[in-house]
């Protein structure tokens, strides 16, 4: 005989712990560059992020510097004047370090973790790649020969082709339309082009370089002023220009002729980090479909099987705050899938949640912010994107209590202002044969089909 659990025993969840503010030191170099540390004994590791803001500067040209700035990011690590890419690899693993570079639309981001004691040796090395990059011909031909077949493969995605087709619907005449060099103009890069592009765009002033770890906070600033006393620049790096995200009332459907699933992606504007809505903005997002326990996951997924996992969130670029919905279904089901995830966002716009919906999204939101700053790695990454959206340390604690404030009224008044189906702009990739018809059905729809299809 099986024994019946009796939940009564369980004891309740306690409150939330409040979410410490980190003991920051703060300082702008003589460069222009901002530099934070934050002390962290107890684990002998430091973390390090230098964000340098890296945005194209018009639509016109977002092309030609996503491609650029995609090889550069690679090709950066082949060489300095004093080192080659071999060099530069065994002098950073000989302190338990191995640099990355990456590019997005908004920043350069160079990331690193470290031992205590190469602290001075590791910040030499990111001097040189900074100050005297050499773009060596032949390595630069082979990292945009090898960035062209990731492209070829991402292209071939459709989770890929589903959120740059939503991108560039709403982001039409801005930068952030572009998610995707082509591979036309990555092939045509050389070493000149980034050396210049280097040159001119890789700044000191407008970057931060922020440290988290086992150091002391005024060797560590001394350190880095001596490391990078020679990286200087004229003028500022360059941040992403405004943006204002469009509204397309009309479904978009992508044909990609005899694909099994459908890839449905909804997106609209979201209250940005210093706006006072985004606490109840965040919660509105979790309870409708940011974790399991969220109505769409509870109806598309658990009751009707139709995607696996269903999802929605606020995300953050420098320029603009998204709120997202994807769910990847079966072809069959396309139409059906849309309707309920419509269906959904107006039930969240009409009528309120109920308060344990609401403290239930408002733990995980929370639990979730502290086991991503838990670490080093995910507190010297969520710093180092505060900060360079020009925020101060302290912003986490601030936000945690304006998480713990929300009210269901402010939730449903959110809802109705970013959730309500009309605020969004949808598209879905899928087979047009079959899914065209369903998808028709709700309303009026476009087709776009790609060359070849």
């Given at each position: 005989?099986t024994?019946?659990?009796?939940h009564?025993l369980?004891?309740?969840?306690g409150?939330p712990?409040?979410?410490?503010?980190?003991?920051?030191?703060e300082?702008?170099?003589?460069n222009g560059?901002?530099?934070?540390?934050?002390?962290?004994p107890?684990?002998?590791?430091?973390e390090?992020r230098?964000r340098?803001?890296?945005?194209?500067t018009?639509?016109?040209?977002?092309?030609?510097?996503?491609?650029r700035?995609?090889?550069?990011?690679?090709?950066?690590?082949l060489?300095t004047?004093?080192?080659d890419?071999?060099g530069?690899?065994?002098l950073l693993?000989?302190?338990?370090a191995?640099?990355?570079?990456?590019?997005?639309?908004?920043?350069?981001?160079?990331?690193?973790?470290?031992?205590?004691?190469?602290?001075r040796?590791?910040?030499?090395?990111?001097?040189?790649?900074?100050t005297?990059?050499?773009?060596?011909?032949?390595g630069v031909?082979?990292e945009?020969?090898r960035?062209?077949?990731?492209?070829?493969?991402?292209?071939?995605?459709?989770?890929?082709?589903?959120?740059?087709?939503?991108?560039?619907?709403?982001y039409?005449?801005?930068?952030?339309?572009?998610?995707?060099?082509?591979?036309?103009?990555?092939?045509g890069?050389?070493?000149?082009?980034?050396?210049r592009?280097?040159?001119?765009?890789?700044?000191p002033?407008?970057?931060?370089?922020?440290?988290?770890?086992?150091?002391?906070p005024?060797a560590a600033?001394d350190?880095?002023?001596?490391a990078?006393?020679?990286?200087?620049?004229?003028?500022?790096?360059?941040?992403?220009?405004?943006?204002t995200?469009?509204?397309?009332?009309?479904?978009?459907?992508?044909?990609?002729?005899g694909?099994v699933?459908?890839n449905?992606?909804?997106?609209?504007?979201?209250?940005?980090?210093?706006?006072?809505?985004?606490?109840?903005?965040?919660?509105?997002?979790?309870?409708?479909?940011?974790?399991?326990?969220?109505?769409?996951?509870?109806?598309?997924?658990?009751?009707?099987?139709?995607?696996?996992?269903?999802r929605s969130?606020?995300?953050?670029?420098a320029?603009?705050?998204?709120?997202?919905?994807?769910a990847?279904?079966?072809?069959?089901?396309?139409?059906?899938?849309?309707?309920?995830t419509?269906?959904?966002?107006?039930?969240?716009?009409?009528t309120?949640?109920?308060?344990?919906?609401?403290?239930?999204?408002?733990?995980?939101?929370?639990?979730?912010?502290?086991?991503?700053?838990?670490?080093?790695?995910?507190?010297?990454?969520?710093?180092s994107?505060?900060?360079?959206?020009?925020?101060?340390?302290?912003?986490?604690?601030?936000?945690q209590?304006?998480?713990?404030?929300?009210?269901?009224?402010?939730?449903?008044?959110v809802?109705?202002?970013?959730?309500a189906p009309?605020?969004?702009?949808?598209?879905v990739?899928?087979?047009?044969?079959?899914?065209e018809a369903q998808?028709?059905?709700?309303?009026?729809?476009?087709?776009?089909?790609e060359?070849?299809a």
């Amino acid at each position: 005989m099986t024994a019946t659990l009796d939940h009564s025993l369980i004891p309740p969840l306690g409150d939330p712990r409040p979410q410490p503010v980190p003991a920051a030191s703060e300082t702008t170099l003589d460069n222009g560059l901002r530099l934070v540390v934050v002390p962290r004994p107890g684990v002998p590791l430091i973390e390090l992020r230098l964000r340098v803001p890296f945005a194209a500067t018009s639509a016109r040209s977002a092309g030609a510097h996503t491609a650029r700035a995609s090889v550069l990011s690679g090709a950066v690590l082949l060489g300095t004047a004093s080192h080659d890419q071999t060099g530069i690899a065994e002098l950073l693993q000989s302190h338990g370090a191995e640099m990355s570079v990456s590019a997005d639309s908004d920043r350069l981001l160079f990331a690193t973790a470290l031992l205590p004691g190469g602290l001075r040796p590791v910040l030499g090395v990111l001097a040189e790649l900074l100050t005297s990059a050499t773009y060596p011909a032949d390595g630069v031909e082979g990292e945009r020969d090898r960035l062209a077949e990731r492209i070829t493969i991402a292209r071939s995605q459709p989770a890929v082709l589903a959120r740059a087709a939503l991108s560039a619907r709403r982001y039409a005449g801005h930068p952030y339309s572009v998610t995707l060099p082509d591979e036309a103009l990555v092939s045509g890069v050389t070493g000149s082009a980034l050396r210049r592009l280097h040159r001119e765009r890789v700044l000191p002033a407008g970057s931060t370089l922020v440290l988290v770890g086992d150091l002391d906070p005024t060797a560590a600033t001394d350190a880095v002023a001596d490391a990078l006393a020679g990286w200087t620049a004229p003028g500022t790096a360059t941040e992403s220009t405004p943006a204002t995200a469009l509204h397309a009332p009309v479904l978009e459907l992508v044909d990609r002729p005899g694909a099994v699933q459908s890839n449905i992606r909804l997106g609209g504007p979201a209250p940005r980090r210093t706006d006072p809505d985004l606490a109840a903005a965040r919660l509105a997002a979790m309870v409708f479909g940011g974790y399991f326990s969220s109505r769409l996951v509870e109806n598309i997924r658990e009751r009707r099987g139709y995607s696996y996992s269903p999802r929605s969130a606020v995300e953050h670029q420098a320029a603009d705050a998204s709120f997202l919905v994807e769910a990847d279904v079966a072809t069959e089901v396309t139409g059906p899938a849309l309707m309920e995830t419509l269906y959904e966002l107006g039930r969240m716009a009409l009528t309120p949640v109920t308060e344990a919906e609401l403290d239930a999204a408002r733990r995980y939101v929370v639990g979730s912010m502290a086991l991503s700053t838990a670490t080093h790695a995910g507190l010297a990454s969520t710093l180092s994107a505060l900060v360079g959206a020009g925020l101060p340390v302290g912003w986490l604690a601030e936000h945690q209590r304006a998480l713990e404030a929300v009210t269901v009224e402010q939730v449903q008044e959110v809802s109705r202002r970013y959730l309500a189906p009309g605020a969004l702009t949808a598209v879905v990739v899928g087979d047009a044969g079959p899914v065209e018809a369903q998808l028709a059905a709700l309303g009026p729809l476009t087709v776009r089909r790609e060359p070849g299809a």
